[in-house]
């Protein structure tokens, strides 16, 4: 078996997974080039996620990173809060080298939600652009 190919790294995170996921792109975007932010429980700790950004390594970045963000329509007030929080965030920092898209998963809630924001990461992530 061969190694892991550290240009073609990804992360799929949901829940606290999510937050994991933008922990992770927020203190070293370059870590990996693919990372699916579903339903992120950004509220934790009273949204100290945001305090990680790392504007320093968000203006070095150099290669091409895709960002897939999604949360069910009928999630809780908190989770869908703090996630418009982090796509206005996003959208306010418009990196050159970091692509991303947003989707409302109609109809879903957290947990029903899972297998469906999965099926739509991989197709957003993995699609040819």
């Known amino acids: 078996m061969g190694r892991a190919d550290p240009n073609d790294r990804r992360i799929f995170g949901y829940s606290l997974g999510g937050l994991f996921s933008t922990y992770l792109l927020f203190n070293d975007p370059s870590l990996f080039q693919k990372y699916f932010i579903g339903?992120?429980?950004?509220?934790?700790?009273?949204?100290?996620?945001?305090?990680?950004?790392?504007?320093?390594?968000?203006?070095?970045?150099?290669?091409?990173?895709?960002?897939?963000?999604s949360v069910g329509e009928k999630e809780a007030k908190g989770i869908k809060e703090s996630w418009q929080q982090l796509r206005d965030f996003l959208e306010q920092k418009r990196h050159p080298n970091i692509r991303f898209k947003v989707e409302i998963l109609t109809g879903e809630y957290h947990l029903t939600g899972i297998g469906l924001a999965h099926s739509r990461a991989f197709r957003a992530l993995y699609e040819e652009h």
Do not use: G, I
């Open 39 to 69: 339903s992120p429980a950004l509220f934790w700790d009273d949204k100290a996620v945001f305090n990680f950004y790392a504007k320093d390594k968000f203006d070095a970045l150099e290669n091409p990173v895709q960002v897939y963000l």
